[in-house]
């Protein structure tokens, strides 16, 4: 059984910055895919970004735009996303999720790949 735990959520000013953790209990730090997904009110949830843990390849949203970057500290077992240059837009409830499959790792961008999910953190974009 796969454990997700995110923190680093809270409230932002416009252009600011917020760092997003994603701790895993349960499985090797190495093995696997990981995103970050959000759902704002009455949206569905979007992809952000995801890592491969065992080389590190990072896929991103279109509405990223260098503005997001997701790591992976395999030691620590935890996975980021420092999030710059906040919009209004961004404000959303933000998920990670973990997949093992072999067709998680073919489709990272579907949340339809990903088995595991944390009960999320607030991101809120404010002035």
């Known amino acids: 059984q796969v454990h997700l735990v995110e923190t680093g959520g809270g409230l932002v000013q416009p252009g600011g910055s917020l760092r997003l953790s994603c701790a895993a209990s349960?499985?090797?730090?190495?093995?696997?895919?990981v995103s970050w997904f959000r759902q704002a009110p009455g949206q569905e949830r979007e992809f952000v970004a995801a890592?491969?843990?065992?080389?590190?390849?990072?896929y991103y949203g279109d509405f990223v735009k260098g503005r997001f970057t997701i790591s992976g500290d395999n030691a620590k077992n935890t996975v980021y996303l420092q999030m710059n240059s906040l919009r209004p837009e961004d404000t959303a409830v933000y998920y990670c999720?973990?997949?093992?499959?072999?067709?998680?790792?073919?489709?990272?961008?579907?949340?339809?790949?990903?088995?595991?999910w944390g009960q999320g953190t607030e991101v809120a974009v404010s002035s």
């Open positions: 349960g499985r090797s730090g190495s093995s696997g895919i």
């Open positions: 999720g973990a997949g093992f499959r072999g067709d998680s790792f073919s489709y990272p961008y579907s949340y339809a790949s990903y088995d595991h």
């Open positions: 890592i491969r843990r065992s080389n590190g390849r990072s």
